[in-house]
């Protein structure tokens, strides 16, 4: 089983830029899809963006498309989430998930969870 650990959160102004880290120990995750999901507070938890095990392949959520990219280094079996032009609606926790080597974008396909990252942008 695999641990996943987030970081890099905390509060920025709108039109700031936050990157976050999803590092993994337990087993490699270089043949994984990984994810982002975030759960803002009184909402349901939605898809941010995946990544598929190379880095070649990559899907976001129209509402983070353009602004947020996702990245990873399998050698240091590390995931990123960079986030920029980030708006008061981004505020959320962010998690970052396993999923399984083929390639998914559904909650479902991701087996191993992080705790989460808060992330909160001030207007």
């Known amino acids: 089983q695999v641990q996943l650990v987030e970081s890099g959160g905390g509060l920025v102004q709108a039109g700031g830029s936050l990157r976050l880290s999803c590092a993994a120990s337990?087993?490699?995750?270089?043949?994984?899809?990984m994810g982002w999901f975030r759960q803002a507070p009184g909402k349901e938890r939605e898809f941010v963006g995946a990544?598929?095990?190379?880095?070649?392949?990559?899907y976001y959520a129209n509402s983070v498309k353009g602004r947020f990219t996702i990245s990873r280094d399998n050698a240091k079996n590390t995931v990123y989430l960079q986030m920029n032009s980030l708006k008061p609606e981004d505020t959320a926790v962010y998690y970052c998930a396993s999923g399984s080597t083929g390639w998914s974008i559904h909650s479902r396909d991701f087996g191993s969870w992080g705790q989460g990252t808060q992330v909160t942008v001030s207007s």
């Open positions: 990544i598929n095990w190379s880095g070649g392949r990559t």
């Open positions: 337990g087993r490699t995750i270089s043949s994984y899809t």
